[in-house]
């Protein structure tokens, strides 16, 4: 796509308008805004596309876009804590979220079929049963598994297991009281489960975790890169898994066609993390306790999305 002038720019949204309310044209106009934001983004300087930003957020177009009910909780969840369970409801197409969508206009449902087949949205919506499939193979090998999920979000993936029998211990560590609502509520019967209402920060400060878990996840690291704090993390939950224990991170992989149009149109600005970053943070692990680091790329993204994972387990 050549680059509009400044003046071309309103014609060219006025055209995507017009093409996104057309019955079955959402997915066509959706996939030019994404090439549209993606070659301004790269071929303006920064304080022009924030000028670019501020039309396209001014025009019609972006009324539009906020009749998908993916956009709309975006925006209205902005910087809330709830933010990416409520995010991954939808991609799951939760019943908890059945209202949100069935309840959008035409376009909106047209547009949110385009949307959640995006490739980070369609990553991080199989992220759900791929955590279930680790945590079958941990209760596998370990009956009576004690689990510990930093960063729970809802726990969808408790619905998903072969045999929530065989968990010893499930504990999820949430700072918001509303998502830790949200996950009890929505829980199978039978869960062995246990609540951590703290941050991180405070969880890398508590020794008394310390030896406790089969398995440790944190499936969407915060922050950026592989900066202090978050090695810290690593090395605190490392420290307590049990021997033979096995800790997961996960995180968004490197930038994906869509990045630009997130940022415009969903205030969503995801850490874009390198292997070379994962591999980092595994390194926070003592080498002496460490056993088998890996960094490896998810399944289930659509074009150009991935999620990184990486892998360590303690030493027995």
Same mark, same amino acid.
């Given at each position: 796509?050549?680059?509009?002038?400044?003046?071309?720019?309103?014609?060219?949204? &006025?055209? *995507?308008?017009?093409? +996104?309310? /057309?019955?079955?044209?959402? $997915?066509?106009? !959706?996939?030019? =805004?994404?090439? #549209?934001?993606?070659?301004?983004?790269?071929?303006?300087?920064?304080?022009?596309?924030?000028?670019?930003?501020?039309?396209?957020?001014?025009?019609?177009?972006?009324?539009?876009?906020?009749? &998908?009910? *993916?956009?709309?909780? +975006?925006? /209205?969840?902005?910087?809330? $804590?709830?933010? !990416?369970?409520? =995010?991954?409801? #939808?991609?799951?197409?939760?019943?908890?979220?059945?209202?949100?969508?069935?309840?959008?206009?035409?376009?909106?449902?047209?547009?949110?079929?385009?949307?959640?087949?995006?490739?980070?949205?369609?990553? *991080?919506?199989?992220?759900?049963?791929?955590?279930?499939?680790?945590?079958?193979?941990?209760?596998?090998?370990?009956?009576?598994?004690?689990?510990?999920?930093?960063?729970?979000?809802?726990?969808?993936?408790?619905?998903?297991?072969?045999?929530?029998?065989?968990?010893?211990?499930?504990?999820?560590?949430?700072?918001?009281?509303?998502?830790?609502?949200?996950?009890?509520?929505?829980?199978?019967?039978?869960?062995?489960?246990?609540?951590?209402?703290?941050?991180?920060?405070?969880?890398?400060?508590?020794?008394?975790?310390?030896?406790?878990?089969?398995?440790?996840?944190?499936?969407?690291?915060?922050?950026?890169?592989?900066?202090?704090?978050?090695?810290?993390?690593?090395?605190?939950?490392?420290?307590?898994?049990?021997?033979?224990?096995?800790?997961?991170?996960?995180?968004?992989?490197?930038?994906?066609?869509?990045?630009?149009?997130?940022?415009?149109?969903?205030?969503?600005?995801?850490?874009?993390?390198?292997?070379?970053?994962?591999?980092?943070?595994?390194?926070?692990?003592?080498?002496?306790?460490?056993?088998?680091?890996?960094?490896?790329?998810?399944?289930?993204?659509?074009?150009?999305?991935?999620?990184?994972?990486?892998?360590?387990?303690?030493?027995?």
């Amino acid at each position: 796509m050549s680059l509009p002038d400044a003046g071309e720019l309103v014609p060219v949204l &006025d055209e *995507l308008v017009d093409m +996104a309310w /057309e019955p079955g044209w959402g $997915p066509a106009a !959706l996939a030019r =805004l994404v090439q #549209l934001c993606g070659t301004l983004k790269q071929s303006l300087p920064p304080a022009a596309w924030q000028l670019a930003r501020a039309e396209m957020l001014g025009h019609p177009l972006h009324r539009l876009m906020q009749e &998908d009910p *993916l956009i709309r909780a +975006a925006q /209205e969840m902005a910087g809330r $804590p709830g933010l !990416l369970p409520l =995010l991954q409801d #939808l991609l799951l197409r939760h019943e908890a979220v059945r209202d949100r969508i069935g309840q959008a206009s035409r376009a909106g449902r047209d547009l949110f079929e385009a949307t959640t087949a995006l490739g980070h949205f369609s990553a *991080l919506r199989g992220q759900t049963a791929f955590l279930a499939r680790v945590i079958d193979a941990v209760l596998e090998r370990h009956p009576g598994a004690e689990i510990l999920s930093l960063g729970a979000g809802h726990l969808r993936e408790a619905a998903l297991l072969a045999e929530p029998g065989k968990l010893g211990r499930w504990v999820a560590q949430e700072a918001d009281n509303g998502v830790i609502a949200t996950l009890r509520k929505g829980l199978p019967p039978g869960i062995p489960l246990r609540s951590l209402r703290c941050n991180l920060s405070y969880f890398v400060r508590k020794p008394y975790l310390r030896g406790c878990f089969d398995l440790i996840l944190l499936p969407d690291l915060p922050g950026c890169g592989a900066a202090p704090w978050l090695r810290e993390l690593v090395d605190s939950a490392f420290a307590a898994l049990k021997p033979g224990g096995l800790l997961l991170l996960g995180s968004a992989g490197p930038a994906p066609p869509e990045a630009a149009w997130m940022e415009v149109f969903l205030g969503l600005r995801p850490c874009w993390r390198t292997a070379e970053e994962m591999s980092t943070l595994l390194a926070a692990a003592p080498e002496t306790e460490a056993w088998r680091p890996r960094v490896f790329h998810g399944s289930g993204g659509g074009p150009g999305g991935q999620r990184l994972y990486a892998m360590v387990e303690r030493r027995r």
